[in-house]
């Protein structure tokens, strides 16, 4: 009787350690981070995280943009920013996506007073008007990657009520690329 517990805990063993070797081999997805800079109607700076799903073309990004007035003697400067999910196709080194955003910033009301100082040539005071609102942001990337870092430029836009946008960054990634 022990023998033949001993013979059949052998089998099992060896039965066992032998069609680990069958098993599918596990894939996961590529997620990367990228930060870039570029030009919509204000300078503009760009952070996204993105999760390209194994064995399907489809991809998932979350990114924030913020647009601003850099140097102006206009007050308050102008200011757009964009937290936006973004669901979409890759094909090759492209990426495809559109999604849903939320957006708020700072605009220009009316004029309340002008400061003409010489030696700068003047400033001019608005009323700030804050506004919140949803859009629908669209995006092409175009990325070229080694293994784990990548430079690409990125298209972007946002369909709006408030102040819709387009424009053009240089983007660079970091993560898990091919």
């Given amino acids: 009787m022990l023998k033949r517990f001993a013979i059949t805990c052998a089998f099992l063993s060896a039965l066992t350690a032998h069609n680990t070797g069958y098993a599918q ?13 570029g030009k919509s109607y204000l300078p503009s700076g760009m952070l996204a995280a993105g999760y390209e799903f194994a064995n399907k073309p489809t991809l998932l990004i979350a990114r924030y943009i913020l647009n601003t007035e850099l140097l102006s003697d206009k007050q308050p400067g102008l200011r757009l920013s964009e937290a936006s999910l973004l669901y979409g196709l890759k094909t090759g080194k492209f ?15 009316q004029l309340i007073r002008v ?11 608005y009323e700030p008007v ?4 949803v859009g629908i942001p669209a995006e092409i990337r175009f990325i070229t990657s080694t293994k784990t870092l990548g430079i690409g430029v990125t298209a972007f836009g946002n369909l ?5 946008f387009a ?12």
């Fill in 115 to 125: 400061d003409p100082d010489p030696l700068i040539y003047g400033s001019q005071y």
């Fill in 25 to 37: 081999a596990t894939s996961t997805g590529n997620a990367w981070l990228s930060g870039g800079i």
């Fill in 130 to 133: 804050n506004y919140t609102t």
């Fill in 167 to 178: 424009g053009l960054n240089i983007s660079f990634y970091a993560g898990k690329m091919n």
């Fill in 95 to 109: 990426r495809f996506s559109a999604g849903l955003s939320g957006l708020w910033g700072v605009d220009r009301g």
């Fill in 160 to 164: 709006n009520t408030s102040r819709s």
